[in-house]
């Protein structure tokens, strides 16, 4: 390859990185000094969604969809509940179940993920055929990281 076509190729990797490190930061800022985890924030996202689109989720669903145990999933549902941002419901169809909702639902999930709602507004600001093409490259990045000592 040429010095000019590895250019933007070196770049955007190198933007990929500092992404990851500045989410590493903030994790670890998050764990410390900002409320709920990294995860109990992804939780709460997943939650809220879900009952938007009028569907229930169980813990057992958090657990997969956050690739966590469901020990950890438990833990961090008690914490949840304990600062009554979500409570539980029996499921109807399996007495040994219980579903996940949040106990207001007029919280706004974009106040949960501050920095999910800034990210959003910048996106906006994409022409279509870009924001596919970063879809695309971010999507394949991801693959890349979830299969790391996986």
């Known amino acids: 390859m040429t010095i000019a076509t590895d250019e933007p190729a070196t770049s955007a990797a190198r933007a990929v990185e500092r992404l990851r490190l500045a989410e ?20 709460m996202r997943l939650i809220l969604e879900r009952t938007d689109d009028g569907h229930h989720v169980t813990p057992t669903e958090i657990a ?4 966590i145990s469901t020990a950890s999933v438990t833990g961090m549902l008690d914490r949840l509940h304990a ?14 179940s ?8 007029d919280q706004d999930p ?29 999507d394949r990045v991801r693959e890349v990281v979830d299969a790391e000592c996986g």
């Open 24 to 43: 590493a930061r903030l994790s670890r800022r998050r764990q410390t000094d900002c409320g709920p985890s990294e995860n109990a924030r992804a939780a």
């Open 98 to 105: 219980k579903f996940v909702v949040p106990f207001d639902r």
């Open 64 to 67: 997969q969809a956050l690739g």
């Open 83 to 96: 600062g009554r941002l979500i409570t539980f419901v029996a499921n109807p169809a399996d007495r040994r």
């Open 110 to 138: 974009d106040a949960i993920d501050p920095v999910t709602a800034r990210i959003r507004e910048f996106a906006l600001d994409l022409p279509a055929d870009t924001a596919d093409q970063i879809v695309s490259f971010l």
